[in-house]
């Protein structure tokens, strides 16, 4: 069955500093990978997808992510955080059966200092 | 602009109330999902329906149960709410064209029971 690891429960990075959130997944066959933002009290936003192709994939906000099928990763960075990325960040892989439905990891909580 | 509406930001009900939680969606999705969401757990599926009328459990199902009358709307349906059905409830909806492109979600509904 497929499963997503974000090992960091909670992460904090000064304003201005390069961020990297960690997602490891486990699929039987070639996936699509996700990340969502949260802010609080919010639904999840989409930042960025990987279908195929180039392995580093360019999203909204600054962020991108890269594709590391060796290692089953797909990490998310971005080059110099800023506060209003406090937020909560999943990663998701799929599809899995009907519905082309997505498993999600359990999220990777992100405090911005100042 | 594509939107997934969920009826209530907030909610609050009594222990063993019946409570309808509704979403719809303006994008003509095939698939629609309902997420519970709470600290530490992640996003846990409950149902998801890929056709009206269709509807398939989750991981969690227990406790719930769901209604796809009309392709735009899915409703979740607590039978009887439990002071553990306190939570985050997430609708997302996903088309089946053009391969697997992610969920769009609601705002989410923010459920207490007391």
């Known amino acids: 069955a497929q499963s997503v690891t974000q090992p960091d429960i909670h992460i904090t990075v000064s304003e201005g500093a390069s961020l990297e959130l960690r997602c490891n997944y486990s699929?039987?066959?070639?996936?699509?990978l996700f990340w969502y933002v949260q802010s609080p009290g919010q639904g999840l936003q989409l930042l960025l997808k990987y279908f195929s192709g180039d392995t580093l994939v360019q999203g909204i906000k600054g962020f991108e992510a890269e594709f590391k099928r060796s290692q089953s990763s797909f990490n998310l960075r971005k080059p110099s955080v800023h506060w209003s990325d406090a937020a909560e960040y999943f990663c998701?892989?799929?599809?899995?059966?009907?519905?082309?439905?997505?498993?999600f990891g359990t999220g990777t909580q992100l405090k911005v200092e100042l | 602009d594509v939107k997934v509406t969920q009826s209530s930001r907030y909610l609050v009900k009594r222990t063993g109330e019946k409570v309808f939680l509704e979403c719809v969606q303006d994008?003509?999705?095939?698939?629609m999902f309902w997420y519970r969401q709470d600290p530490g757990l992640g996003l846990r599926l409950i149902y998801f329906?890929?056709?009206?009328?269709?509807?398939e459990k989750g991981d969690i199902p227990e406790g719930y149960s769901v209604s796809r009358e009309k392709k735009e709307r899915f409703s979740l349906i607590l039978e009887s709410a439990s002071t553990n059905q306190t939570s985050m409830y997430l609708c997302a909806s996903s088309s089946n064209a053009g391969g697997v492109r992610g969920y769009t979600f609601g705002s989410g509904t923010r459920l207490t029971v007391v």
């Open positions: 998701a892989v799929g599809p899995a059966g009907g519905g082309n439905k997505l498993t």
């Open positions: 329906s890929y056709d009206v009328k269709m509807k």
């Open positions: 994008m003509d999705h095939e698939n």
């Open positions: 699929y039987g066959a070639t996936p699509y």
